[in-house]
C-alpha cells in the first residue's frame, strides 16, 4: 500500500521560513519523480517544484529563488525549504509521487502565512 506523508506545515509571518517533508513508503521511491503542489481555496490546484529520479529541479516562476525542492533516497522523503515566505503562499501544500501511469498523493499539509 502506498502511503505519501507530510508534514512540516504550520503558520508563520511574512518573510519567515519553513520546510516540508514527505516520507514515502510502498513505493520504490528512488524511481518515482517527486512533486510538491499546492492549492488555495477557490484556486485549482498548481504545481510548486518537483525533482526527477536524477535529481533535476523545475519551479513555478513564483517560487524562483525562494524555494528548493530535495530529496534523500535512503530516507524515502522529499522536502521542501520554503523561504522568504509570502501570504501569497498559504495553501494547502500536497507531496505526490509519479512514475508512468502510477501517480500518487498525500493528505497535504497547510501552510499559513499571516502576520
Known amino acids: 500500500q502506498v502511503q505519501l506523508v507530510e508534514s512540516g506545515g504550520g503558520l508563520v509571518q511574512p518573510g519567515g521560513s519553513l520546510k516540508l517533508s514527505c516520507a514515502a513508503s510502498?513505493?520504490?521511491?528512488?524511481?518515482?519523480?517527486m512533486g510538491w503542489y499546492r492549492q488555495a481555496p477557490g484556486k485549482q490546484r498548481e504545481l510548486v517544484a518537483l525533482?526527477?529520479?536524477?535529481?533535476?529541479?523545475n519551479y513555478a516562476d513564483s517560487v524562483k529563488g525562494r524555494f528548493t525542492i530535495s530529496r534523500d533516497n535512503a530516507k524515502s522523503t522529499v522536502y521542501l525549504q520554503m523561504n522568504s515566505l509570502q501570504p501569497e503562499d498559504t495553501a494547502l501544500y500536497y507531496c505526490?509521487?509519479?512514475?508512468?501511469?502510477?501517480?500518487?498523493w498525500g493528505q497535504g499539509t497547510q501552510v499559513t502565512v499571516s502576520s
Open positions: 525533482i526527477t529520479t536524477t535529481t533535476g529541479t
Open positions: 510502498g513505493v520504490i521511491f528512488s524511481s518515482y519523480v
Open positions: 505526490n509521487a509519479k512514475r508512468g501511469f502510477h501517480d500518487f
